[in-house]
């Protein structure tokens, strides 16, 4: 378990052997939103020796304010994106021989969001660090769209390079976190509008667990599912162009 709070991490790790005494737990600390948090983790986890068959890149932020990393990059982008495009590039290797020596398939997944289609309409390189045209709507809906982009870009490179990983994004659902935190009219709508559509975080996981495990989606690559069945993105997330674009931004950010 990859987290930004060790604290909370060791809780759920505590629960998790409880429900299942003979389980297997590391916690690990990770901030996704540090670079060289990124590096530090990837390092130590591939010392480890330990085997990657799954990656799951599952942190979000929503800030309501203008922020920048300890890198200098928007909080959005560097913790729903950038971090993710960095820890999957670094692990890739761990991955690609867990899947040779094991013969099994590896799959990363980028858990996105529909708000990914309420994002800023020019390229990334336009509005990342532009704090005069910042909107955290659109901000966060860029950085889901990244992940999409993201996930599909490495799907087609991974399967140039005829390696047995697939790599699909997916909308979780609306879901009861404290993604909304900070934001008093999200809250408002998540507790009174949309009670009755609201998962819960089991709920919420179910599709992230059906692309890590289920059988029916081996070999399916460079997808975009929600409530475990395919689905369909915005026409700028299944953009080919944009996609090679956001990759190479994202190669010159963490350079």
């Not at 591939?46 to 909080?75: C, D, M, T, Y």
């Not at 950038?82 to 690609?96: A, R, V």
């Amino acid at each position: 378990m990859a987290v930004r709070n060790t604290e909370k991490g060791l809780k759920v790790k505590e629960s998790i052997l409880k429900e299942t005494p003979d389980a297997k737990v590391d916690v690990m600390e990770l901030d996704l939103s540090s670079m060289a948090s990124v590096r530090d983790f990837a390092a130590k986890y591939r010392s480890s020796g330990l085997p990657l068959n799954i990656l799951i890149n599952n942190a979000g932020v929503l800030s309501p304010h203008f922020k920048l990393s300890k890198e200098n990059i928007e909080l959005h982008f560097v913790t729903n994106h950038l971090g993710h495009f960095l820890l999957t590039n670094l692990l890739l290797e761990t991955m690609k021989t867990t899947s040779y020596e094991q013969n099994t398939e590896g799959r990363i997944i980028n858990v996105s969001s529909e708000g990914h289609r309420l994002s800023y309409s020019g390229t990334f390189s336009d509005y990342i660090n532009n704090e005069s045209s910042y909107n955290s709507v659109y901000a966060y809906g860029l950085s889901k769209l990244a992940n999409i982009l993201h996930a599909n870009q490495l799907a087609r490179l991974l399967k140039e390079e005829g390696v047995n990983i697939t790599a699909n994004s997916l909308h979780p659902g609306f879901i009861d976190t404290e993604l909304f935190r900070g934001h008093s009219i999200f809250s408002v709508i998540c507790n009174r509008i949309l009670s009755y559509v609201i998962k819960d975080v089991s709920q919420g996981a179910s599709t992230t667990c059906y692309l890590a495990l289920h059988p029916k989606v081996k070999a399916v690559t460079g997808e975009f599912f929600s409530n475990s069945n395919l689905a369909q993105p915005s026409s700028r997330a299944k953009d080919e162009e944009l996609a090679k674009e956001l990759w190479e931004f994202s190669l010159g950010l963490t350079s």
